[in-house]
């Protein structure tokens, strides 16, 4: 993601959590999106989207324990477009927006009930310098992805400092 897609996607985040206590719409209100609207969200998405009762259905979360949230549509975008794509649909139906980058959270915090899901998993692309010893990376990379990623490359010479968790993903450093 450049540098202005990644500030414009925090900016649309950022609008999300400031308005957390807003009431955002439900499949029981009138002015919930159809099926052929959601239907058009497909088709507008490069990337994949599942919506609830489709076969491949499956809201991904570390917690298993208690109930996993059900968004009304999962997107797994392969470009930052599928992301604004996903985020318009979600704006202009008032629908409630979660974004995860691993699913790595206990406490559902980034996945909600009825949300346009934004899973950031699929965008997990690596770039390495290696004379540089810098590593560009997709917010969909995990550390075990990350570190198996420089030890292929750098021929085990470089190593990644992280936490002890191979789960847990990257964030936005600057």
């Known amino acids: 993601m450049n540098n202005f897609s990644s ?3 925090v900016f649309y985040i950022l609008i999300g959590v400031t308005l957390a206590g807003y009431q ?3 499949p029981s209100d009138p002015n919930w999106p159809s099926k052929n609207a959601f239907q058009l969200l497909k088709a507008n998405v490069k990337g994949k989207v599942m919506l609830r009762g489709d076969v491949d259905y499956n809201p991904h979360t570390w917690n ?10 999962i997107v797994q975008p392969s470009n930052n477009q599928d992301v604004i794509t996903a985020l318009k649909f979600a704006r202009d139906n008032n629908i409630r927006i979660s974004v995860q980058s691993t699913g ?15 899973d950031m998993s699929s965008m997990n692309f690596k770039s390495i310098d290696l004379k540089g010893k810098t590593i560009t990376l997709g ?21 990644v400092a992280c936490g002890a968790d191979p789960g847990v993903g990257i964030c936005k450093l600057d």
């Open 64 to 73: 298993k324990v208690t109930n996993v949230p059900k968004p009304a549509a």
């Open 24 to 26: 955002y719409s439900l």
């Open 104 to 118: 790595h959270h206990q406490d559902h915090r980034n996945i909600f009930d009825n949300s346009i899901h934004i």
């Open 7 to 9: 500030k414009v996607l």
């Open 139 to 159: 917010t969909g990379n995990n550390f075990s992805q990350i570190q198996a990623y420089v030890a292929q490359q750098s021929n085990r010479q470089l190593v």
